[in-house]
């Protein structure tokens, strides 16, 4: 009952979110802000990846990094000498091109006061001595790799053909041994096809035993243009139902707390000590390449998913903005909300401090609710997400991607042609 009460809540939310061709108006006193850099090359898409990606051309390498370097350009434009504090580096496929990534964080440095840390996804077959030379050379000090799964047969169930498991063994090892990065992170992916909670539960064993020092667990996420949520709905492909995937979420909790980890959001997982790495927990941030998203203010917004359209765009001097939705205030601290129950808790004192209002009054009866089922508890201050209340908050973030997300990236696809926008 509870778990159908979040999910309904939140849809219901998010009901009258509609993204279109609107013109954000980026804040020119902003301090501080996070920055999201999209490399969307895939050697080998994925056909159940929700978030925009295209297949790996050489030719295009060098085009898309003088893009992207045209693109912080148009940021620093605007938005002056303000101070970077928080730099993401995903995809698609990062270190498909770690000497291009390399390049623009060069490019960020010098056109931004940079004090942050620096997170960079990776694929397993990507990842030698000299990448991570490049990478730790750049900056870059927090490392996550995309594993999914350990089991070769699920990795070719779910069409992840890049890597087999022996490749992604080696490629840990060589990032342990390296010790150059402050975080190391792998991402596992539950809810999937052919996946039993038997293979889960080796999956976890193997992370647990290389002693890896973070563990992302992310369900699987279908969005309706992904080809794999469309052979799901043929009956091509059969997923782990409701109650499997509940049992899934249960073993994957007790597995890494029973180990000695500590949450870090509902689906992260963290030995004692390690500073988190994490993709989604950013306040505010603007995102430059092709597909990339922003929250900047009262405006979520997305660039163009076309790296063609993206390229002509910029080289013109114009943002590469497709797509856009404005938000209320109450509409901002709501998302805000979510996102720290998803990191498990938050302090009163912060909401007060963003927002100019307090959360009591503000969502009292929600959070009134999320006490008395035990999701949340709160101690002075301090309201911190349960044990017993990972898996309703799972469920909302779940929900929250499989409506916001999706309506973002499927407006984005719908509307590749830029708005053809000026900044001064």
């Not at 990507?126 to 594993?147: I, P, Q, R």
């Not at 799964?149 to 990795?155: H, K, M, P, R």
């Not at 469920?395 to 309506?407: D, G, V």
Request: hydrophobic share 40%; aromatic share 10%.
């Amino acid at each position: 009952m509870l778990e159908f009460m979040i999910e309904r809540m939140t849809r219901k939310k998010l009901a009258n979110i509609k993204f279109s061709k609107i013109e954000p108006e980026l804040p020119k006193d902003k301090d501080e802000i996070g920055l999201y850099i999209h490399i969307p090359f895939c050697k080998m898409p994925c056909p159940f990846c929700a978030y925009i990606r295209y297949p790996w051309n050489p030719k295009l390498e060098r085009p898309y990094i003088e893009a992207v370097k045209k693109e912080i350009n148009l940021y620093r434009n605007v938005l002056g000498d303000v101070k970077i504090n928080s730099i993401y580096v995903g995809g698609g496929t990062p270190t498909i091109m770690p000497e291009g990534v390399a390049d623009i964080l060069t490019h960020v440095e010098n056109a931004f006061n940079v004090s942050s840390d620096i997170g960079v996804e990776s694929n397993p077959d990507d990842l030698n001595e000299k990448t991570l030379a490049l990478l730790l050379d750049a900056g870059v000090n927090k490392l996550s790799m995309g594993v999914q799964s350990f089991s070769d047969e699920i990795l070719n169930g779910i069409g992840r053909r890049s890597h087999d498991a022996k490749q992604t063994l080696d490629a840990i090892e060589l990032v342990m041994n390296n010790g150059g990065f402050d975080t190391f992170s792998i991402d596992l992916m539950f809810s999937l096809p052919t996946q039993s909670l038997a293979s889960l539960k080796r999956d976890l064993d193997i992370a647990i035993e290389k002693s890896v020092p973070q563990v992302a667990t992310y369900p699987l996420l279908l969005f309706p243009y992904c080809k794999m949520y469309r052979d799901v709905k043929e009956h091509k492909i059969e997923l782990p139902n409701k109650k499997v995937e509940k049992k899934m979420y249960d073993v994957i909790v007790n597995s890494f707390v029973d180990a000695g980890y500590e949450p870090c959001s509902v689906w992260s997982f963290a030995k004692k000590g390690v500073d988190k790495y994490g993709s989604v927990e950013r306040d505010e941030y603007i995102g430059v390449g092709a597909g990339a998203m922003s929250n900047v203010g009262e405006y979520f917004y997305a660039n163009t998913a076309s790296v063609e359209e993206y390229i002509q765009a910029v080289s013109k001097g114009s943002p590469p903005i497709a797509i856009g939705a404005k938000s209320s205030l109450d509409g901002i601290a709501a998302r805000w909300l979510s996102m720290s129950l998803y990191e498990m808790g938050f302090d009163k004192r912060e909401f007060k401090r963003r927002f100019g209002m307090d959360v009591n009054e503000k969502f009292n009866s929600f959070l009134r609710w999320l006490k008395l089922f035990g999701v949340i508890k709160v101690e002075g201050d301090h309201v911190q997400v349960t044990r017993k209340g990972m898996r309703p908050i799972h469920l909302m973030t779940k929900t929250f991607l499989l409506t916001f997300i999706a309506k973002a990236c499927t407006a984005c696809m719908e509307n590749p042609k830029p708005l053809n926008l000026r900044w001064s």
